[in-house]
Every structure is written in C-alpha cells, then in structure tokens.
C-alpha cells in the first residue's frame, strides 16, 4: 500500500537558502570525492602493474626494485589491496554523500514532501559517516599489523655472532 508522500515542512526563505547552499557544497564535496576515488584506483593499478612488471624483469636497472619486491612481497600485497579497497571505498561514500545532497536540494527546490526527502538525505548522512568511521577503523587496524609485521620481521632477522673476545664478552647483536 502506497502512502502518501509526507508534506510540507514550513522553512523561512533564509533556511530554504541554507538548506540549498549546504546541498551545493554537498554535492561539490561528493564530486570531488569520487574524482579522488577514480585518481586513487588508477595509480594503485599503475603500481601494482609497475610491481609486477618490476619484479618479473630481467633489466638490471630493475634489479633494486625486484630486490625490494621479493624482500617485502606480503606486505606489498597488502598495502595494494588496502589502497584499492580505500578507492572503492571512497568512490562509494562520494556517491552516497551526493544523493544526500540532493535529497537536502529537493527539500529547499520543493514543496511536495519536505519530511520524506529529509529522512531520506538524513538516512545518507547516517550511511556516509559510518562509511568514514569504518574506514578509520580499518586503516588503524592495517597500519597497526604492518607496524606489528615490520617489528617482528625486524627481531627475527636479527643473529647472535660470535666475535673476538673483548672486555665485555664474547659476542655481539646484528642487524
């Protein structure tokens, strides 16, 4: 069953003026964010490709580069596949934030159902701040296990040598 649409909020023609500059700026944010989104997708896949590229080379100019790669290949894999989900990530909250923009438009351009369209670009908020809450969280997890990989790659590739006998003993930590 149908219902009506909710009607008309009475706004003054300031917060109509308000409401419809708000929902610009919204949209102008959301667009900028998909374009960073599309950007940030882009150079990851020119990176991954350069890794892959890189790492299969036989060019000795490349031989650093394939050296680093096969040092650190897991995390490599991981800080790519992060990036790219941060792309998708951000391309998908730029979209939600612009249809809450223009729910908030329609609420300032029409006088048909003020209350539904509110909800409405309210309910996309909701969606666009847990969208950024998530990704902190997720970001803070994967910084936190690289940090946590990189300390303990670092303690495990450390050796005991022994060296000459000194004044302090025998032997000594490297790196």
Do not use: C
């Not at 610009?24 to 998909?34: E, K, L, P, S």
């Not at 391309?91 to 329609?106: I, P, R």
């Not at 946590?148 to 302090?168: D, E, I, M, W, Y």
């Amino acid at each position: 069953m149908n219902e009506p649409p909710l009607s008309r909020v009475p706004f003054r023609a300031d917060e109509e003026a308000m409401i419809a500059s708000m929902a610009r700026w919204m949209r102008f944010i959301a667009v900028y964010t998909i374009i960073v989104g599309f950007l940030l997708f882009f150079v990851v896949l020119v990176i991954a490709v350069f890794l892959s590229v890189a790492q299969g080379a036989e060019d000795r100019s490349l031989a650093r580069a394939r050296e680093f790669i096969e040092a650190h290949a897991a995390p490599l894999i991981v800080l790519v596949a992060a990036a790219l989900a941060a792309a998708v990530v951000v391309t998908w909250s730029g979209f939600v934030l612009y249809q809450a923009g223009d729910n908030f438009s329609l609420v300032a351009r029409t006088d048909l159902a003020d209350q539904d369209y509110l909800a409405r670009g309210f309910e996309k908020l909701r969606v666009y701040y847990m969208i950024q809450v998530l990704t902190v969280v997720f970001f803070v997890i994967i910084a936190l296990l690289v940090v946590f990989s990189t300390v303990l790659r670092g303690t495990s590739t450390r050796t005991v040598n022994p060296g000459p006998a000194g004044p302090h003993g025998g032997s000594h930590v490297t790196a």
